[in-house]
């Protein structure tokens, strides 16, 4: 998301004087501004960057001090080891990371299905106590989950939820599905209602209205959604660590934190399995940045 | 067949009453034009016979049949949106096609439909367009193609020509009328310009605040306006109100004027009453007996003709003049008033009292 803000507002420069006029003045502001910037940067990136070289470096220049920042033997040992056991086969890590597939993907889905057509409700049809249906909504999400973690957790093991991937999904949807209501609800409120009024007029159901003439329009605000859902879920760690504990259940976060704390801690390993979490993040925040400005500004605009 | 009745609609969006008893008969192949200021209820009584507005008390009646609960589509309308509403993702083409495709056509007979209606509207060349790449007489032309493509039981419009500029306005006007002579079809039309309801009506109905004040031809409306407020509504100039009370065989104003008591009124003497003088039923040259005395206020001309303005007392007459009239603020001056064709109002009610002696 803060990649996103920061496009949507660099994206040009700032031209409220005309360049003659403005020379010294924007010179010397631009110049404070890319110093800050870069200030900004460093902090920000040299952990990704520190992350980023651990993760491909020898171990012995992994614990070299002073730190080596450039000389260092490169390998991609580390990667091998997040994929691939030390007997051969597939690693613990690597059957984490393809539950987090599962588990986020599914999750998203599910409460984007859900989500949708309940904002569409929302903002079409006349509800009783509307405002207040949609604060309880939200209000859903003014806890931390680390607050309900222990109800939460009491009751899956009624149910028999407890480590299983069901139960991670269940959870990651219920959390997911307030904001993507809320967020979805804005959008479909951009959409004029007179789309679907005329398509009833031509002789199509309520339903094939919103389906056909309503929702293509809302494709770039379901997928703006769906992806800040997508990144929730996928590096949610605390309902994850205290729902699970198997390793065939256990999604990423916990997994790559279960390196840590034996009696040596293989940061190489760490590194690279935390590049490998990361990357998908990046991939499709990159993909969808379009849309992701697009619809971040849309849905909050108010006309 | 064409016929569309709705009675006794009722609606409120939370404290307002958009409508408030709506009954309204539009007959088979007429042109009904629903006349009213904004907010007047227009658009939602029109919603409302298209199924699109949920109804808190009254039924709709489309050939008879009550139709009240009814969905959209199941109605047999089309509709005119004053936004147009084309589906901004489709083509021209692909937006006058969609009534035709919801109801199954073969891909054949739309594209026959399709091009009939577009050369009837001259939008041919606009057909692969999307609505983004259309001006706002282009997108109503293909908001028209969109409603005219079916032949339904009747067609709404809500105000579709509110949005287009004067000139183009007119032509559509003529245009309108034109299709709906061709077609012979029911056209159920919503307008806050009186000038729209008047050129182009075989029947209008005056709504204000959620109620029906008048149904007639635009005839009627004009000339025999069913109380003060469609009376001030209908007509440019609006109409001149002046109070007074009748007293023997003598109207006599509250600000000092008399006239000769007009013969067809039955009103008693001393209620107090409010006289209604159009434009052209007065004069500032000397044609009858009748006259009120006043001050020349200013002159506004329109080309065609001049609106003098007459200060009587405290109230100002609108006078109709030729264009070539001339005169100084302040000059004095004879009004003739026409009071065969003046109209007598309650003041306290509005309501007509001219209708009875004529």
Redesign the interface.
């Known amino acids: 998301m803060a990649v996103s803000v920061n496009e949507a507002v660099s994206t040009g420069p700032v031209r409220d004087h005309p360049p003659g006029a403005r020379r010294l003045g924007g010179r010397s502001r631009s110049i404070l501004e890319v110093a800050l910037l870069a200030v900004l940067a460093v902090v920000m990136l040299f952990p990704v960057l520190w992350m980023i070289e651990t993760s491909i470096k020898e171990n012995r220049d992994v614990y070299a001090i002073p730190a080596k920042f450039v000389d260092f033997q490169v390998t991609s040992e580390h990667f091998k080891d997040v994929f691939v056991a030390s007997g051969g086969g597939r690693s613990a890590l690597s059957v984490s990371f393809l539950n987090s597939v599962l588990v986020a993907g599914v999750s998203t889905v599910l409460a984007t299905v859900l989500g949708v057509p309940a904002a569409w409700a929302y903002s079409r049809f006349a509800v009783k106590a509307k405002k207040d249906q949609l604060f309880f909504i939200l209000s859903t999400r003014f806890m931390p989950p680390v607050v309900v973690v222990v109800p939460i957790f009491l009751m899956y093991r009624q149910v028999g939820l407890i480590d299983t991937k069901l139960g991670l999904i269940l959870i990651y949807a219920a959390f997911n599905l307030p904001f993507t209501i809320w967020m979805m609800k804005g959008f479909v409120d951009e959409v004029p209602a007179e789309y679907e009024d005329a398509a009833m007029l031509d002789g199509y159901t309520r339903l094939q209205a919103f389906w056909r003439f309503t929702l293509p329009l809302l494709v770039p605000g379901i997928a703006a959604t769906a992806v800040f859902a997508l990144i929730f879920s996928w590096n949610e760690f605390v309902f994850a660590i205290f729902l699970t504990s198997s390793d065939n259940v256990r999604t990423a976060p916990p997994a790559i934190a279960g390196l840590i704390g034996g009696t040596t801690v293989d940061w190489g390993l760490v590194a690279a399995a935390s590049v490998v979490c990361a990357l998908p993040v990046f991939v499709f925040a990159y993909l969808v940045r379009k849309h992701l400005v697009a619809g971040v500004t849309l849905g909050a605009v108010r006309r | 067949m064409g016929t569309v009745a709705v009675h006794g609609l009722c609606k409120s969006f939370g404290k307002v009453q958009a409508l408030d008893g709506v009954t309204l008969d539009v007959p088979d192949g007429s042109f009904f034009v629903v006349l009213g200021p904004s907010g007047a209820g227009k658009t939602t009584t029109l919603?409302a016979i298209?199924?699109?507005e949920?109804l808190d008390a009254g039924s709709v009646h489309l050939d008879g049949r009550d139709a009240t609960g009814d969905?959209?589509?199941a109605r047999d309308?089309?509709?005119v949106?004053q936004?147009y509403?084309?589906?901004?993702?489709h083509t021209a083409y692909e937006n006058i096609a969609?009534?035709l495709?919801?109801?199954g056509c073969s891909s054949s007979e739309i594209a026959a439909a399709v091009e009939q209606m577009s050369s009837l509207l001259h939008i041919e060349r606009l057909l692969q367009r999307r609505p983004a790449q259309l001006s706002g007489g282009e997108m109503q032309r293909v908001a028209l193609a969109?409603a005219l493509v079916r032949r339904p039981r009747a067609f709404l419009m809500d105000e579709p020509l509110t949005n287009l500029d004067l000139k183009l306005r007119v032509e559509m006007r003529t245009e309108l009328t034109r299709i709906h002579r061709s077609f012979g079809a029911t056209f159920v039309y919503v307008t806050n310009d009186q000038v729209e309801a008047l050129s182009m009506a075989d029947q209008v109905a005056v709504l204000r605040e959620g109620k029906v004040q008048q149904v007639g031809t635009p005839t009627e409306v004009y000339e025999r306006p069913a109380n003060q407020w469609v009376a001030g509504f209908v007509g440019s100039p609006p109409i001149s109100l002046l109070a007074c009370h009748a007293e023997g065989d003598r109207l006599v104003g509250t600000e000092g004027w008399t006239l000769p008591r007009p013969r067809w009124t039955t009103a008693e003497d001393g209620r107090p009453l409010l006289l209604g003088l159009r434009a052209e039923d007065l004069s500032v040259e000397q044609r009858g007996n009748a006259s009120l005395s006043g001050e020349l206020y200013g002159l506004e001309p329109l080309g065609d003709r001049t609106v003098v303005d007459v200060r009587v007392g405290t109230e100002i007459l609108k006078v109709k003049a030729r264009p070539t009239v001339t005169g100084t603020p302040g000059e004095r001056l004879l009004v003739t008033v026409d009071l065969d064709r003046a109209h007598l109002f309650d003041a306290g009610t509005g309501v007509s009292l001219s209708e009875a002696g004529r």
């Open positions: 919603r298209a199924g699109l949920k969905a959209p589509a309308l089309a509709m949106f936004s509403a084309l589906y901004p993702r969609s009534p495709r919801a109801r969109r």
